[in-house]
């Protein structure tokens, strides 16, 4: 990695972690997943780094537990996706994908519940207990979803416009 790289990813991780802290209070309103299609449609797989470091500081902030384990595949899920559709240019099919993205997060995190709960209870209690968690936060995801299709159909296109001439 050359230094300005190493510039771009501790910029990146600061970016993720601000906008994560500032917007705390707020249930499931977040700029994560806005910033990690965005960082790789420019830095591409490289956003990978940027990712874990984050994650990495979520755990020492707020200790490791079943969400920090998902967090270790949900947000490359959302890199692969957008590594997937990079070509895209439509503000709309980025605000859909990041929508449902946020539908689909619960879900995604329920996965650890899940196996852990396989693990103490047989296959049919883990399906319980993931499916469990992942209804009791579809309020949340609703949420989620919402929120994220609006922070891309605003910021998208003037942040795009910005890191054109940054990265």
């Keep these: ?3 300005n790289d190493l510039t771009r990813l501790g910029l990146m991780v600061a970016m993720l972690e601000v906008s994560k802290l500032a917007l ?3 249930p499931n309103i977040e700029l994560v997943s806005f910033w990690v299609i965005l960082f790789t449609l420019h830095m591409g797989w490289r956003t990978l780094y ?6 990495f500081i979520e755990g020492i902030l707020f200790g490791i537990h079943f969400w920090w384990i998902s967090y270790l595949y949900v947000w490359t899920i959302l890199v692969i996706l957008t590594q997937i559709f990079r070509s895209q240019t439509s503000l709309l099919f980025w605000s859909i994908l990041s929508a449902l993205f ?4 619960g879900a995604l995190c329920a996965i650890p519940y899940g196996i852990t709960g396989m693990l103490s209870g047989g296959l049919w209690n883990g399906i319980l207990a993931g499916f469990s968690w992942w209804i009791a936060g ?9 929120g ?11 942040v795009q416009a910005a890191a ?3 990265f």
Excluded: Q, T
């Design 102 to 105: 946020g539908l689909i997060f």
């Design 1 to 3: 990695m050359r230094i």
């Design 164 to 166: 054109k001439r940054i």
């Design 50 to 55: 940027a990712v874990y470091v984050f994650v």
């Design 148 to 158: 994220n299709f609006a922070i891309m159909l605003v910021l998208y296109k003037p």
């Design 24 to 26: 705390a209070s707020v």
């Design 138 to 146: 579809i309020p949340y995801d609703l949420l989620h979803c919402a």
